[in-house]
């Protein structure tokens, strides 16, 4: 996956960062995504491992541990890099908005 896939991402590539913040197994990732957009975004097996696999691969997370029963994903300093950089842009849509939805822009 080159850097300028990375460009944008999706929500649940997002949220999956997110919750990499600190060390999490798959399973708890998929219910943190759930619990912190209120059920909005809801990450399937399928998507959470093919992403997992894809982020490791990349060098954008790593496995810390593994106990036998599950494996524990932590965000590198790439991971985190790239997480903030998201951030920041989402952060500057909404800026943006904000100009028009109620702002000097607003009529």
Partial sequence: MAR?????????????????YTPRHGYEIMQM??????NRVQVGAGT????????????????VDDDG???????????????ENEHERLRALVSDGNKFIGGPFHE
Avoid at 54 to 62: A, N, W
Avoid at 70 to 76: A, E, G
């Fill in 4 to 20: 300028e896939q990375l460009k944008n991402l999706t929500e649940p590539m997002y949220y999956l960062l997110l919750t990499l």
């Fill in 48 to 63: 959470l491992y093919s992403l997992l696999s894809r982020f490791e691969k990349e060098k954008i997370i790593e496995q």
């Fill in 69 to 83: 029963r599950r494996k524990i994903y932590s965000l590198t300093n790439k991971g985190k890099g790239i997480l």
């Fill in 33 to 38: 995504i759930q619990d912190i957009t209120n």
